[in-house]
């Protein structure tokens, strides 16, 4: 059985780029290929949902129960099926996203993003890596990219409440760990990255 790893935070806090990085990390250190993913959208279909989820203006329960069925599809279809290969997984968003934007950002009951997300039995990543981003640096950085979806557009409050939401989520779980950001070159949140999860000790379990 591989090894599931996912990495949240706010849009701009690096998730991608070190997304890159560590794939090539993940294979060299433990010998398995690893799978690059993301959601919404990150199998084969999902191109329609992740367009409608990052492009529609949707009710805040209609958008919780959209990536809810695009997790479902992501899981049965890349996910589950890379693990039982012994490949190891590294998806950018996950669950931890969905409480943190639906709730934090779209103001539906934290508890309740919660149940509903326990309710999914979705498979618990192994280790999440939560790039914590003060917002006004993660709003900059947005201001300075072409071609925006509707959850980087949504303005600094927006993130404020989204940031709030995800540290909250890091102190309840121990399975999410923080690396705040903001002062730190790309190589330098690479190199605590690798050295959180080596420490961790998830990797040949």
């Known amino acids: ?13 690096g998730k991608s780029t070190q997304a890159v990085l560590l794939a090539r990390w993940l294979e060299d250190y433990t010998g398995r290929e690893s799978v690059r993913t993301y959601e919404p959208g990150g ?5 329609k949902l992740r367009e409608i989820l990052l492009h529609t203006n949707l ?3 209609s958008e919780l129960f959209l990536f809810m069925s695009d997790r479902s599809e992501h899981v049965m279809r890349v ?12 998806c950018e968003r996950y669950t931890d996203s969905s409480v943190a934007y639906q709730s934090g950002g779209h103001g539906l009951k934290f508890e309740y993003v919660v149940k509903i997300m326990k309710a999914g039995h979705f498979l618990e990543p ?3 890596i939560f790039y ?9 950085r947005l201001r300075e990219r072409q071609g925006h979806d509707r959850f980087e557009d949504a303005g600094l409050t927006f993130l404020k409440r989204v940031s709030y939401t995800y540290r909250r989520l890091a ?4 399975r999410i760990k923080l690396i705040k950001v903001d002062d730190l070159n790309v190589v330098q949140v690479y190199e605590k990255t ?5 420490n961790s000790c998830v990797l040949f379990k």
């Open 194 to 198: 690798i050295e959180i999860i080596k």
């Open 126 to 128: 192994d280790i999440t």
């Open 1 to 13: 059985m591989g090894t599931f790893l996912t990495l949240e935070g706010l849009d701009g806090c």
């Open 43 to 47: 199998w084969n279909g999902g191109e």
């Open 79 to 90: 996910i589950n099926p890379a693990l039982k290969a012994d490949k190891n997984v590294l």
């Open 132 to 140: 914590d981003i003060e917002p006004e640096h993660a709003f900059k």
């Open 171 to 174: 102190k309840l779980n121990d």
């Open 59 to 61: 009710a805040p329960k």
